[in-house]
C-alpha cells in the first residue's frame, strides 16, 4: 500500500486539534523523502481509512509536479530534500508533516499574520476542542521558537523558508488560547502589518508570592496572561468579565492585589474592548503609556486600512 504523507492544511489543522500530538511526536520518522507516496486519491484515501481522517478534505505531499486535485484530495509537490524527523507518523501509512515542517508550510500558504498565529499555537499550551473549535484544552507545546529556527537552517532552499523566517521573529511562547494570541499580536506586531508595535510581553509568566503576601493572594504562585517585567506591567485578558463565578472573580481580584502590593502595575483587556477597533486602539494607547513605550508621530499612509486587515487576517471584526 502506498504512503499517504499529510501536509499544509492538513498538518495545520491536525496539529490545532490533536490532544495526542505530544504522543505522536514520540515515534518521529526519520525519512528525508516522501518514500512511496501515495499520488492519486484512490491511495491517498486507502492509506487514511480507519482513521478519524478519513472523511476530510486533505492535502497531501506527492515528489512530483503534475498530480491534478480531486474533490477530496488537493496534491502539493514537494521534491525538496528535508532534515531528518520533518515526516511523523500517524498510522501504518500514513505520516503527517512535523509541526516545524508545517510552520514552513505554513508560512508560503497563509498571510503573514496567520502564519505568525499558526506559529504561536505550535508553541502554545492549549489544543482546540475537535467538537467545538473556539474552545481551548490544555496540551503541552507542540515545538519552541527555538526547534522552529533550528529546522528552518537545516532547510536552505526549501520552499517557503524566507516567509518563515520573517513569520517567526514576531511568534510568541506559551499563549494559552487563540484569544491571547489574538490580543498579543495585534499589540505586538509593527505598524506596517497593522499592528500597535508595543514591546513583547512574556505570556502566561508564572509569578511567584512572597510569603508575606501568600494569605493575601491565596496562593504561592500564579501566572500572568500579559508580562512586561521589565515595564513592571502586569496584564490579564478577561474572556467575558460579567459570566464569571464568584470564585473566580474573587481569585482575579486577589491575584492583581498581590502584583500592585508586589510593585506592578496591573492592567486588564476585556473581550468587548478586543472586539472594537476604536476601543482597542484607545487600549493599546492607555497600554503604551504604562509601559512608556516609544509613541509614534509618523503612521504608514494606509494604517487604518491597515489595522482592520490585521483584525480581519486574526479573525477578529473590522
Request: charge should be positive; glycine fraction near 6%.
Amino acid at each position: 500500500m502506498k504512503t499517504a504523507y499529510l501536509a499544509y492544511e492538513t498538518a495545520c489543522w491536525y496539529w490545532q486539534n490533536a490532544p495526542q500530538g505530544p504522543t505522536t511526536l514520540a515515534c518521529a520518522s526519520t525519512r528525508r523523502i516522501l518514500a512511496d507516496c501515495a499520488c492519486n486519491q484512490g491511495q491517498v484515501l486507502d492509506a487514511v481509512e480507519g482513521t478519524w481522517l478519513a472523511s476530510r478534505e486533505l492535502a497531501v505531499a506527492v515528489d512530483k509536479r503534475g498530480v491534478k486535485d480531486t474533490s477530496q484530495v488537493k496534491f502539493r509537490s514537494c521534491a525538496a530534500k528535508l532534515p531528518p524527523r520533518a515526516y511523523v507518523q500517524l498510522a501504518r501509512n500514513v505520516f503527517v508533516a512535523s509541526p516545524e515542517l508545517s510552520f514552513l508550510q505554513a508560512a508560503e500558504i497563509m498571510s503573514l499574520p496567520q502564519a505568525v498565529a499558526y506559529g504561536c499555537a505550535l508553541c502554545g499550551t492549549y489544543v482546540l476542542d475537535a467538537v467545538d473549535g473556539l474552545k481551548p484544552l490544555p496540551r503541552a507545546a507542540l515545538t519552541s521558537k527555538e526547534k522552529l529556527a533550528a529546522f528552518l537552517d537545516k532547510c536552505q532552499g526549501v520552499r517557503g523558508v524566507k516567509n518563515a523566517r520573517r513569520a517567526l521573529q514576531y511568534v510568541l511562547e506559551r499563549s494559552a488560547s487563540p484569544r491571547e494570541t489574538q490580543v498579543a499580536l495585534l499589540l505586538t506586531l509593527p505598524l506596517a502589518l497593522g499592528g500597535y508595535a508595543l514591546p513583547a510581553p512574556q505570556l502566561n509568566f508564572r509569578v511567584m508570592v512572597p510569603p508575606e503576601l501568600r494569605v493575601l493572594a491565596q496562593r504561592r504562585d500564579f501566572y500572568v496572561d500579559f508580562f512586561w517585567e521589565e515595564a513592571g506591567v502586569a496584564g490579564e485578558y478577561d474572556s467575558d468579565a460579567f459570566h464569571l463565578e464568584s470564585r473566580e472573580r474573587f481569585m482575579d481580584q486577589t491575584k492583581r492585589t498581590a502584583l500592585e502590593s508586589m510593585g506592578y502595575v496591573t492592567f486588564g483587556i476585556t473581550n468587548l474592548q478586543v472586539s472594537s477597533l476604536v476601543s482597542m486602539d484607545a487600549t493599546a494607547e492607555e497600554l503604551r503609556k504604562r509601559l512608556k513605550a516609544r509613541k509614534y508621530s509618523r503612521f504608514p499612509a494606509n494604517y487604518e486600512e491597515k489595522k482592520r486587515w490585521l483584525r480581519g487576517e486574526l479573525g477578529l471584526p473590522c
